[in-house]
């Protein structure tokens, strides 16, 4: 559906719901291993074969071995595990024991079977044997051959090459070629470096290597450049690669300039009232910003590089951090422009320059993560207040992201998630403890279509590219773009022309995670206004100013030009976020991000392509459209204000999840919240349909190696999944019911109890990443059952993983709830007394 129009009074605060929720006891079990076992006839025949091959790698690996100098010879070397077929699964954490190092895991295909990177200590290499014997030779007490489980569903053991190595979904490059690669390095044990030992192994063969690394728990990445045949030496030193990706660079920006009005920008100066100097502020990350722009320059509080030897003015030409602020402070400037109305600011602008202009293609070896760690230090460091980044920076890779993370991606969730950032010798260290009080908002965009792509059938084009990193990092808010420019220039030389989207459409320029598999989280966000295309008559493509969105220049001589695409979409939805912060200062950058994402609407455009919900397979098309549109387009109203027919609660919280069982961790407790439900007045609607929305955000720790998406190798620190009690439904029966759901998912199990057809997309479709949300819609009577709200864990990697310095770590998060009725009721008041909030009394 299209924008809700409630009646009765607007412009009212959203409802902030003091207090917390209450722990419910929680039955959760151990999360089983992978697909069921084969079975093997002929098992000693099985055995001797993975002898042979372990047997074989050994040798061949220390025969490598000799032929390094002996200070750099390593402790054992890497092999590769192949799965008998697919749909079945190899016992990874029984890979990942007696020594031996996961390294990471290729997914099965439709062709090919799941396979495992091991790195095997040469004194493992017996304990293995032995296992293989056991198998053959020996049973459990159930009658069932001994190490089934790990054994079973190998089919094959042999010696790991580099190319098995490569992550990217591209062909893996020239093995002559020198080059820059990105290389993720395994920790062997607590007090192992490796980059150091890489750095050893790059000192001897004279490869460049970067200054700076990354460390994450179980991986430090960093950049060396070499060819690929003089890096397959490494798999047999004590410098392990675990992962082999390309190097992040920069996207290219295009804006197309606008003739301006200098006594008009005269007037707007003149109206704009600043924002108080400790008011919120959006700190822009880009190419620098022209701070003494007339319309800029009173609201700017600092500008900064982390760019060696620049200063943080922009480069001549580099205009894209300029315009990226005015929209970021004033919106679109055609709304001021042509207005005669006082413009009151509510928050401020920073900058940080961390590209050293628009096309910044130089073939510098820095690691983005360690940038926008960098770029955050310097303006926290400079002023404390609430703020938002605004990074309409992406990967500049043409195939883009398929939504695994990245180097980048992962140093974004670390930063937003509040964790510590600690120089090391070899660069900044990421992930120490999560500071929920450090945790900070961050709003990327999805990336562009780019001209190449271009084509009338533009929705499929957006389909089927995607969205480029490191917009897919869970905790920031990825922005995408829409457009409502529909209407082509009137000028006579643009006659026939017309415009490639419709009114409400998503914009030729956006990217979409459509593409994406399971275990990816859903983006883009949401969508802002980020301009159209001309198609001239002859079918050529054309960006001009009437169709983009109206912002401040940063070329010399000029005022005002156009932004588009999804830079521009991105700004605009900061700036959302920054009035948030100024209007509710007390929400943190969980809430902000899920009061954007549960204040978004489909357009009647969007809407219209979302199938009837008793069509067949309607939630799984659903659910592709949400990868296009994301939760829809937030307006300032939506998010700023609630109307006495339709009122926004919003929970804040904290629980600890997990706690100590035995040797290991299991689940403590959910949380439960009931609800100041206006029940009369619901009751009234007995026959009127009414809506409920909720939305549910929180931040993870994340765990970037691309090990596996289950278990201990999981991306999560942790999930947490929210539900609402149904109108017949006991609360024991409802906590039941949930302790079943998550021990399911644990188990990658659905109980057919899920299922119920009066939510927008279900529990199934909901889950992915770290910000759920879905509509429930149903007659108000139901609803007035419906007073009781739950959210529940379920497993990541600190749970996995035994992590018992996070047992007692509290996990915090936004809850918001959203009532519609489509009649002219008033149910802002009863809530509002309900929680204590006066309420003003109309005369």
Not at 8 to 20: A, D, E, K, N
Not at 38 to 58: M, P, Q
Not at 166 to 175: L, R
Not at 757 to 762: M, S, T
């Amino acid at each position: 559906m299209g924008e809700p129009t409630p009646p009765g009074r607007r412009h009212l605060p959203h409802l902030i719901v003091p207090g917390s929720g209450i722990d419910a006891g929680y039955k959760g079990r151990q999360a089983r291993g992978g697909g069921g076992l084969r079975e093997i006839l002929d098992k000693v025949g099985h055995s001797a074969k993975l002898t042979a091959d372990l047997e074989h790698s050994d040798d061949a690996a220390r025969a490598a071995l000799a032929e390094l100098p002996e200070n750099l010879r390593g402790d054992g070397f890497v092999v590769t595990v192949t799965c008998w077929s697919p749909g079945h699964h190899l016992a990874l954490e029984r890979l990942d024991a007696r020594g031996a190092k996961l390294l990471s895991v290729q997914p099965e295909t439709e062709e090919q079977p799941e396979r495992a990177l091991v790195w095997m200590p040469f004194p493992a290499v017996a304990d293995f044997l032995r296992l293989f014997e056991q198998f053959a030779t020996e049973h459990t007490s159930s009658g069932k051959p001994k190490n089934a489980a790990l054994v079973a569903n190998i089919e094959e053991l042999r010696l790991s090459m580099l190319q098995e190595l490569w992550q990217e979904n591209e062909p893996f490059p020239d093995p002559s070629e020198t080059r820059w690669w990105e290389i993720w390095l395994v920790k062997l044990n607590k007090g192992h470096e490796p980059v150091s030992e890489l750095r050893q192994v790059a000192e001897e063969f004279r490869w460049p290597i970067a200054d700076a690394a990354l460390a994450f728990p179980y991986r430090d990445v960093t950049l060396i450049r070499a060819s690929a045949e003089e890096l397959g030496i490494l798999l047999t030193t004590n410098a392990i690669p675990g992962e082999l990706r390309n190097p992040s660079s920069t996207e290219e920006f295009f804006t197309v300039d606008r003739q301006f009005q200098v006594d008009l920008v005269q007037d707007l100066e003149d109206r704009i009232a600043v924002a108080d100097p400790q008011a919120p502020a959006v700190c822009v990350l880009d190419c620098g910003v022209l701070a003494s722009h007339p319309l800029l320059q009173a609201s700017f509080d600092g500008t900064h590089t982390v760019i060696p030897g620049t200063t943080s003015a922009p480069v001549q030409g580099a205009t894209h951090g300029t315009e990226m602020a005015g929209l970021a402070l004033l919106g679109d400037l055609d709304q001021h422009l042509v207005s005669s109305h006082p413009v009151r600011l509510e928050h401020r602008l920073e900058s940080v320059k961390i590209l050293r202009g628009q096309h910044d293609d130089q073939n510098d070896p820095r690691l983005y993560g360690k940038v926008i760690a960098d770029a955050t230090s310097r303006v926290e460091i400079e002023q404390i207040r609430p703020r938002v980044y605004s990074m309409a920076v992406t990967s500049g890779d043409v195939k883009g992201s398929d939504g695994r993370p990245t180097s980048w991606s992962s140093a974004i969730d670390a930063l937003a998630i509040g964790t510590e950032i600690a120089p090391s010798a070899t660069g900044i260290t990421l992930l120490g403890m999560p500071d929920p009080s450090a945790s900070r908002l961050f709003f990327i965009s999805a990336g562009n279509v780019t001209n190449v792509d271009w084509h009338a059938d533009h929705l499929a084009v957006s389909d089927s590219r995607q969205i480029r990193d490191p917009a897919q990092a869970w905790n920031a808010l990825a922005v995408g773009a829409y457009t409502d420019r529909a209407d082509p220039p009137v000028a006579p030389m643009f006659a026939g022309y017309r415009v490639m989207a419709p009114e409400g459409e998503l914009s030729p320029f956006s990217r979409t995670s459509v593409p994406w598999g399971k275990g990816r989280p859903i983006k883009p966000d949401i969508v802002m206004e980020g301009g159209n295309l001309l198609i001239s008559p002859s079918g050529t493509f054309d960006q001009h100013d009437a169709v983009q969105v109206a912002t401040t220049s940063g070329y010399p001589g000029r005022l005002v030009t156009t932004a588009n695409a999804t830079s521009a979409a991105t700004s605009q939805a900061a700036r959302l976020g920054a009035l948030v912060l100024s209007r509710y200062p007390t929400l943190s950058p969980e809430a902000v991000r899920g009061l954007l994402v549960h204040s978004a609407e489909w357009t009647p455009t969007m809407r219209a392509h979302f199938p009837s919900p008793r069509a067949q397979s309607a939630k799984p098309r659903r659910h592709a459209l949400l990868k296009r549109y994301g939760w829809g387009v937030p307006t300032e109203r939506r998010v700023l204000t609630s109307a006495a027919s339709n009122v926004t609660l919003i929970i804040q919280d904290e629980f600890q999840p997990f706690a100590l069982s035995g040797s290991g961790i299991s689940m403590r407790a959910m949380r439960l919240h009931e609800l100041p439900w206006p029940s009369d007045q619901l009751q009234g609607l007995m026959h009127e349909q009414v809506r409920m929305r909720v939305t549910l955000s929180y931040f993870i720790e994340p765990n970037p190696s691309n090990r596996g998406w289950q278990g201990r190798y999981a991306y999560p620190s942790h999930g947490l999944r929210f539900d609402v009690i149904r109108p017949t439904e006991s609360r024991a029966d409802f906590q039941r019911r949930l302790s079943n759901e998550a021990e399911g998912e644990e188990r990658g199990v659905r109980p057919s109890s899920t299922v119920d057809d009066r939510w927008e997309f279900g529990t199934q479709r909901r889950s992915s990443g770290s910000l759920h949300a879905d509509i429930w819609t149903g007659d108000g009577a139901a609803l007035a059952r419906c007073g009781v709200i739950a959210v529940y864990p379920v497993g990541g990697w600190w749970k996995q993983n035994n992590r018992r310095d996070r047992v007692d770590l509290p996990v915090r998060y936004a809850l918001l709830i959203s009532l519609l009725a489509y009649s002219p009721t008033d149910i802002y008041t009863p809530i509002a007394i309900k929680i204590g909030v006066p309420v003003a009394i109309e005369i």
